[in-house]
């Protein structure tokens, strides 16, 4: 038998050994260029990837475990494995209607309220009604729950909520006490509020003693929103015995005081109201929202940005100046500047009607006429009453009752 040289054994055992090395590299290769492509995958693709490697190659299964935790360890937790709770609370997981487990209710996981996390993200409002049937209590809230929607929100979209999610609200307002507060009061009589029905939750409060003068932390003329407080709710929260003398109060609120909501929006028929019973207000308004000084809302209205409705700018300095508004008035924050220097700084267009020389006095139904139409809520009033006391109590109810739009009806 022929012996094969040395040399050649050598040759092939070393031909055999890089080969075998070669096999190796290549699915090694194989995963480095998998795991980068497949990154962003969904942790079954990694496993099942990782899991293909491990059996064509001598990589161990700890390793591939290691690995994909690396990779995932960011991710979100797959739906299945969340409570029924947590995954009814879950924007990106499906919401099956009778899914919610009392059991789960009761040791929820969350950080937050189950009730505040399903109110105040409008995605949510689907989980609301079930959770209340299951036993979910507003009293394991540390605050209202509409609270915290009113202040992500002002005005939340309540007309595209279902009537069940509607319902919920009502539930949360009239069993949780806390909920009588400053910003859900501005919320449920906000626009979509009343549109959906839920300013009704207000006058519900009025009639079941809720909004007794002195026992609150605001005051409800203030915080209703500017539309409402001309319309008849305005005027049976005043037979109440609220009034505009404590209006101008300290309350405890994230969102702006209802003077400043009526100057920003340009509701004619709220500002009126609002300078009529305090003409103060034309030249000094007093600090809202946790602010140490006052401001000037001729000054305000200057600012880029502020009016709701830009193209009412001139409207609104006009309508202020012949309310008494001040050009020349200094500014709390600057009191070597007055409001014209402050406009000549900031290079303001309504600079040449500042400083122009006094007019007189235009009526109120002709300053009060907005270019942004004659919508509800911002159509100009009537002329303003002598300031008399047996004129002042026959306000004319169509002064302040804006025309109802075609998609809400007049608000009690």
């Known amino acids: 038998m022929r012996r094969v040289p040395s040399s050649c054994a050598r040759q092939r055992r070393l031909n055999v050994s890089k080969l075998s090395a070669l096999r190796l590299a290549g699915p090694l290769a194989a995963f480095a260029v998998g ?13 099942l990837t990782a899991t293909g490697i491990a059996t064509d190659t001598s990589m161990t299964w ?11 360890e960011d991710d979100p937790t797959p739906c299945a494995l969340l409570n029924s709770v947590q995954r009814s609370l879950n924007a990106r997981c499906t919401f099956v209607p009778g899914s919610i487990r009392s059991a789960d209710i009761a040791h929820s996981g969350l ?8 109110t105040q993200d409008a995605r949510l409002w689907r989980a609301l009604p079930e959770l209340i049937e299951k036993g979910a209590s507003v009293e394991r809230c540390p605050r209202s729950p509409l609270q915290d929607l009113a202040e992500v929100d002002a005005c939340p979209d309540f007309q595209a909520a279902p009537p069940e999610v509607l319902k919920a609200f009502v539930f949360l307002a009239d069993n949780d006490p806390r909920a009588v507060r400053h910003d859900v009061f501005r919320m449920f009589s906000c626009q979509h509020a009343r549109a959906a029905g839920l300013d009704q939750v207000l006058v519900g ?5 809720k ?8 005051n409800p003329l203030e915080a209703l929103d500017p539309e409402m407080l001309v319309a008849r709710f305005g005027r049976e929260l005043e037979t109440a015995g609220h009034s505009s003398r404590s209006a101008l109060d300290h309350y405890d609120g994230a969102l702006p005081s209802g003077f400043e909501e009526a100057l920003r929006t340009s509701q004619w028929p709220a500002l009126e109201w609002w300078l009529y019973e305090l003409p103060q207000l034309a030249n000094a308004a007093p600090p809202s929202r946790g602010a140490q000084m006052g401001w000037v809302p001729l000054q305000r209205v200057l600012l880029p940005g502020y009016l709701a409705h830009p193209e009412a700018q001139a409207d609104t300095v006009r309508f202020l100046i012949a309310h008494g508004a001040n050009p020349r008035a200094r500014l709390p924050f600057d009191p070597d500047k007055n409001v014209i220097a402050f406009a000549a700084s900031i290079r303001s267009p309504m600079l040449a009607l500042l400083d122009a020389p006094a007019a007189p006095a235009a009526s109120t139904t002709t300053l009060a006429r907005s270019s942004i ?3 509800a809520g911002r159509s100009g009033g009537g002329a303003k009453p002598p300031r008399d006391g047996a004129v002042r109590s026959l306000r004319q109810p169509a002064r302040f009752d804006p025309k109802p739009s ?4 007049e608000p009690r």
């Not at 795991?35 to 496993?47: F, Q, R, W, Y």
């Not at 700890?62 to 995932?72: G, N, Q, Y």
């Not at 950080?111 to 399903?118: E, R």
């Not at 409060?205 to 003693?209: A, I, M, Y």
Request: charged share 15%; hydrophobic share 40%; glycine share 14%.
């Open 211 to 218: 909004l007794q003068p002195g026992t609150l932390s605001f």
């Open 205 to 209: 409060w009025l009639d079941r003693g």
């Open 62 to 72: 700890d390793i591939v475990k290691h690995v994909h935790a690396k990779l995932t």
């Open 373 to 375: 139409g004659d919508g």
């Open 35 to 47: 795991a980068a492509l497949l990154a962003g995958c969904t942790a079954p693709g990694l496993i």
């Open 406 to 409: 075609s998609d809400d009806g």
């Open 111 to 118: 950080q937050s309220c189950a009730l505040t996390a399903a």
